[in-house]
């Protein structure tokens, strides 16, 4: 079984530009997450995906953040404009019928 | 308010012996927790996971302890290998409680732990 892919890998922008992160779930995955890692801490919600639409974005930043799964499947996550605190890690994972969740290698973003 | 908490930023062990990892919770509507593991540049994998109404899961060289009315619980690796090295994160979810504040079934991670084993 194929795990949760992620692209891009690494990205390097500078403030002010914009970026888009893609992820695919696992096959059959109906839950959807995005989470954002900053060094030393642990992953912290952005955003929750059941199919296409969201179950809990309230603490997504959405002056500048932005996602979508629109077909339930693939999803983006988009920061416009990025700053610099946005530096981190995003993790996207995904969900089957357990309480387990399966996270991809994440995108590591650097803001300059 | 961290509603996780894990104290040790890190722990270093012998090759061969036990790893303890700690984990402290202040939300007693949490009922499901999961470690996880994560090395450099990869996403985090999940290891093992305890229900509530337990206090013990085993899966091979490692083991989870709950302690609910400590609101603690533990991961046990024995033995130690060096490929262990990496740094785990505790998790918590609720999901059956109408009463949660937050959304259930979404995870709430402690900071990691990072662990090194010696050969």
């Known amino acids: 079984e194929a795990g949760v892919a992620q692209s891009p890998r690494y990205k390097i922008i500078e403030k002010r530009q914009s970026v888009a992160f893609w992820c695919n779930p696992i096959?059959?995955?109906?839950?959807l997450y995005w989470y954002q890692q900053i060094l030393g801490q642990g992953p912290k919600l952005l955003i929750q995906?059941?199919?296409?639409?969201?179950?809990?974005d309230s603490q997504l930043p959405k002056d500048r953040f932005s996602a979508e799964r629109l077909k339930g499947v693939d999803s983006t996550l988009k920061i416009q404009p990025a700053k610099l605190e946005d530096s981190a890690v995003y993790l996207c994972?995904?969900?089957?019928?357990?309480?387990?969740?399966?996270f991809g290698p994440g995108t590591r973003l650097t803001v300059t | 308010d961290q509603q996780v908490k894990q104290n040790s930023p890190s722990l270093s062990v012998q090759e061969g012996r036990i790893s303890i990892l700690n984990c402290d919770y202040t939300?007693?509507?949490?009922?499901?927790f999961l470690w996880y593991k994560k090395y450099p540049a990869e996403g985090p994998t999940f290891l093992i996971s305890i229900s509530s109404i337990k206090d013990k899961n085993e899966d091979g060289r490692f083991t989870v302890f709950l302690n609910k009315s400590a609101k603690h619980l533990s991961l046990h690796i024995v033995p130690s290998q060096p490929g262990d090295s990496a740094v785990y994160f505790c998790a918590a979810s609720c999901n059956s409680s109408m009463n949660y504040g937050g959304s259930q079934g979404n995870l709430i991670f402690g900071k990691g732990t990072k662990l090194s084993v010696k050969p």
């Open positions: 939300n007693s509507m949490f009922d499901y």
């Open positions: 994972a995904s969900r089957g019928q357990g309480y387990e969740q399966y």
């Open positions: 096959s059959g995955h109906a839950t």
């Open positions: 995906f059941q199919n296409n639409g969201v179950v809990d």
